[in-house]
């Protein structure tokens, strides 16, 4: 089946600091989405990219979706406290019986120290 | 409010008790799903339901059963068999397949 595979698990980084992570998918993708969840809360949406090369921003944040449509990234410049918690990317499946089916990444706990 | 609403969000059972999760949504969302997140593993799918009255397993429905009886309803039941049911279980669900999915609060289950 899809498998979905983020990198890196954990990332420490001082206030100011920018953030990566990466998202893998074994199959084409419809589409990427990413979510982050604060400790002890749930997964919120913050975009869904469809297009293969797309690149999107928010603010700070800077989410790629790779030319086949298999991998993403998602860019933090300039880190706050406020971004403190966990990433996960979530790949749609493109076709086939799982169509739209969401395969979620581990997810990368991002840690900020000011 | 329109939402998705877990219930409840915190809950105890003894080991070889079947206990069911609910979930209900009022977006008028036709996809909804259940994952199982344990630390440092991701959100795992159990179920997923594209469509009142039928749904598919996902990648560890082992030991889980649901149903789909109503659009805004889509409960969980962890039966005995789930070898290890201690987790925090999340609804969600989503206009339609592959898109932007909304979560519930979440129910952290713990078996004794």
């Known amino acids: 089946g899809q498998q979905v595979m983020q990198i890196p698990q954990y990332q420490h980084v001082q206030e100011g600091e920018d953030f990566t992570t990466y998202c893998n998918s074994s199959?084409?993708?419809?589409?990427i989405q990413w979510y982050k969840q604060r400790p002890g809360g749930h997964p919120v949406f913050l975009i869904q990219l469809v297009k293969s090369g797309e690149v999107k921003k928010q603010k700070r944040l800077t989410f790629q979706f790779g030319e086949a449509k298999k991998n993403s990234s998602l860019h933090i410049t300039a880190t706050q406290t406020t971004d403190v918690g966990t990433y996960f990317c979530?790949?749609?499946?493109?076709?086939?019986?799982?169509?739209?089916?969401?395969?979620f990444g581990q997810g990368t706990i991002l840690t900020v120290h000011p | 409010d329109g939402g998705i609403t877990q219930s409840p969000k915190y809950l105890f059972r003894k080991e070889g008790q079947n206990v069911t999760l609910s979930c209900e949504q009022n977006l008028n969302h036709d996809a909804m799903y259940w994952y199982r997140q344990d630390p440092g593993q991701g959100l795992r799918l159990i179920y997923y339901s594209q469509i009142v009255n039928d749904f598919q397993k996902g990648d560890i429905a082992e030991g889980y059963s649901v149903s789909r009886e109503k659009k805004e309803s889509f409960p969980l039941t962890v039966t005995s068999a789930q070898k290890n049911p201690t987790a925090f279980y999340l609804c969600?669900?989503?206009?339609?397949?592959?898109?932007?999915?909304?979560f519930g609060q979440g129910t952290r289950l713990t078996v004794v």
């Open positions: 979530a790949g749609a499946n493109a076709g086939g019986t799982s169509y739209g089916k969401l395969t």
């Open positions: 199959t084409t993708l419809s589409n």
């Open positions: 969600a669900s989503s206009s339609g397949p592959g898109t932007e999915a909304f």
